[in-house]
């Protein structure tokens, strides 16, 4: 079964005539192969050529507990020997039973309940469809606009895509824009120029509240935030501005959805990072990506046990909410998520929040280097920023591409990148070790 990846010049042709790959350019919209990944194992990754290079974006921020786990593997097959699947319009399965009550033990406040998903988009998604589920029973049919930030990423579909805040993600692409209002992206690095780095979290919560009230709390049925903006480029935001955030969303019955797809199963060091890290009790959580390190398309929303039990109590108790998927609940995926958990919790939890700091510092020595104007992170994820001059932090007079450029000097040397047009993401494995980080960031300086 192994063989296929090694078949290089027959998948490339092949890829070329008839695979489509995600974020395709009009030009080469099925004319473009990219490169041809072999096998994994452990932090590592086996191009086409049979180059070993690490890993450095986790496949898509999500091998958390590194390739070729046999123990993932293993279970997979068990749970698809005694049961591949079931209905779950109909029937159920224990391996999801006995996840959403690991995921509900982990999560903050009062989350309690989990539907399942196929990944991320479909989770968020699955979030904004119930909040405005919720708000027709609840007979407040108004109430549905959703609010989103610049720098944003929420997913592909119609309208998890539509929360999108970064230009190049909407400029060709519809979306459900009536139903959206964005917001100022919580970035330090690049706020308003009128605005201080000290007080730019009284600004970004002075427009939120404004938004709010201009708009009016009535008409605004959820606030959708990811803690840590993942592919806005790692954006650490300020202190204390999600939980002031939270407040005014509590205070005008805004519901609060955290989106966890990069940050919950391990890659801020806990299973999730809403309460741990940021203080927050969300009404709603998603999660995918790390919930099975990637060995299974699975995600998720961890739901507010008060807002299913106003659903109980409603006046409408035959209102149905009309929404599943085939796969939800699948009884495979949920089985390598169990086991997945069991081993973040047998110490890859302990382990990242250990490397974290090394991982850090080791990387912000990149800041000396006149190409860098910002290197930012939290936990196993951070981002080397390239700007044309430091003084005026200027990324548009580079190079449109020079993570591009940067990524293929890195991945002669040894390293796999993740690059963001003038930006490089960096979130490898939670397995990785001190050692292997400083190769990594060696690879990246001379990259
Ligand atoms: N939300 C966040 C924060 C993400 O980073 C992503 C994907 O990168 C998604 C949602 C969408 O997830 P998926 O690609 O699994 O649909």
Same mark, same amino acid.
């Given at each position: ?285 998603? %999660? #995918?990506? *790390?919930? !099975?390190?990637?060995?299974? /398309?699975? =995600?998720?929303? $961890?739901?507010?046990?008060? @807002? ?12 149905? %909410? #009309?929404? *599943?998927? !085939?796969?939800?609940?699948? /009884?495979? =995926?949920?089985? $390598?998520?169990?086991?997945? @958990? ?13 490397? #974290? ?91």
């Amino acid at each position: 079964a192994g063989d296929f990846g090694r078949h290089g010049d027959d998948a490339v042709d092949l890829a070329t005539r008839h695979l489509i790959q995600p974020w395709p350019v009009a030009g080469s919209a099925g004319a473009e192969a990219r490169a041809l990944i072999g096998e994994g194992d452990g932090i590592h990754i086996t191009d086409g050529d049979g180059k070993r290079l690490i890993d450095g974006p986790a496949g898509m921020w999500c091998i958390n507990v590194g390739h070729r786990r046999e123990e993932l593997a293993r279970v997979m097959y068990e749970q698809a020997m005694q049961l591949s699947y079931n209905t779950p319009w109909y029937t159920m399965n224990a391996p999801s039973a006995e996840l959403a009550r690991r995921i509900a033990d982990h999560a903050p406040g009062d989350l309690s309940h989990v539907f399942y998903t196929t990944g991320g988009s479909s989770a968020v998604e699955t979030a904004l469809r119930f909040m405005q589920f919720t708000n027709n029973v609840r007979g407040r049919r108004e109430k549905k606009l959703i609010l989103s930030r610049g720098g944003a990423y929420h997913g592909s579909t119609y309208l998890s895509a539509s929360l999108n805040g970064r230009p190049r993600d909407r400029d060709w692409m519809d979306g459900a824009d009536g139903l959206v209002v964005k917001l100022t992206a919580p970035n330090p690095f690049r706020r308003p120029a009128r605005v201080s780095r000290k007080t730019f979290a009284d600004f970004l919560v002075e427009e939120f509240r404004q938004t709010v009230e201009e708009i009016g709390a009535e008409r605004i049925g959820a606030f959708v935030g990811e803690p840590i903006q993942a592919s806005g480029g790692v954006i650490v935001p300020p202190d204390g501005y999600l939980k002031r955030i939270r407040e005014i969303c509590r205070a005008n019955d805004i519901l609060y959805v955290s989106d966890e797809v990069v940050t919950a199963f391990g890659r801020l060091g806990h299973v999730f990072a809403s309460g741990e890290v940021f203080g927050l009790d969300p009404d709603m959580i998603t %999660f #995918a990506k *790390g919930v !099975t390190s990637g060995y299974f /398309p699975l =995600g998720g929303v $961890v739901i507010s046990g008060r @807002l299913l039990e106003e659903l109980r109590k409603s006046n409408h108790p035959d209102a149905m %909410f #009309a929404h *599943g998927l !085939t796969y939800t609940s699948h /009884p495979v =995926g949920c089985a $390598v998520a169990l086991k997945n @958990l069991d081993l973040l919790e047998d110490g890859i939890l302990a382990h990242a929040r250990e490397v #974290a700091p090394y991982f850090q510092t080791q990387l912000k020595t990149l800041e000396a280097l006149p190409l860098v104007g910002e290197v930012r992170g939290m936990g196993l994820m951070a981002c080397v920023e390239c700007v044309a001059d430091r003084d005026s932090n200027n990324p548009l007079e580079l190079d449109n591409a020079v993570g591009k450029r940067i990524d293929r000097h890195c991945h002669e040397l040894g390293l796999l990148v993740r690059p963001l047009i003038n930006m490089c993401v960096m979130s490898p494995p939670l397995i990785i070790t001190c050692e292997q980080i400083d190769t990594m960031v060696a690879i990246l300086r001379e990259g």
